[in-house]
């Protein structure tokens, strides 16, 4: 015996779309909606960590006074203070390039260096806040990227140029 259900109640039918609606929502917008609300939390955590290291990049964007030239006979130690401090703040450098030097105001000379990291944001944010006090010397942020990574420790790639103001050259 056959079962016709089109000359059955539309009950039937209501039932039918209810439990397949039902089923769509417990199985596929449940799980979404919880990943959506997760995704949120980390996307604010984050946003308040990249305005604090924005922050300290605006802050170190303005040449301090007091600030001295250095010799260059005293890049290499320039260089040994910048990756001492990153691995006291546990940032993992990944490369530190010399870019070479450009004249800055037809007297002033820059050394630029970049500088790939893997590291917290926290930490690359008091990086960039002590790179400022760092031996005293002259030094600007020229750009400041970074990339989110995917991994638990909410870790994210960063590529800081950074310029270390050397004494002039002079003529003879």
């Known amino acids: 015996m056959m079962l016709n259900l089109r000359s059955k109640s539309p009950i039937f ?23 959506a609300a997760l995704a949120r939390q980390e996307y604010a955590h984050l946003s ?14 303005n ?21 001492k401090k990153g691995k006291e703040l546990d940032i993992d450098l990944k490369s530190m390039d010399q870019m070479g030097t450009r004249v800055v105001a037809d007297k002033y000379r820059a050394l630029s260096i970049k500088m790939d990291m893997e590291a917290r944001y926290d930490a690359i944010g008091k990086f960039i806040t002590e790179l400022d006090a760092l031996s005293g010397c002259a030094i600007t942020i020229d750009s400041f990227k970074v990339q989110k990574r995917e991994s638990p420790k909410m870790a994210v790639k960063a590529t800081i140029v950074i310029s270390v103001y050397l004494e002039p050259v002079e003529n003879t």
């Open 48 to 61: 308040e960590e990249f305005a604090g290291a924005k922050l300290a990049v605006e802050s170190l964007r």
């Open 63 to 83: 040449l301090r006074e007091d600030c001295q030239l250095i010799k260059d006979s005293g890049v290499p130690s320039i260089i040994n203070a910048i990756s």
């Open 13 to 35: 039918t209501y039932i039918a779309s209810g439990a397949v609606a039902a089923a769509l929502i417990i199985f596929i917008y449940a799980p979404l909606a919880r990943r």
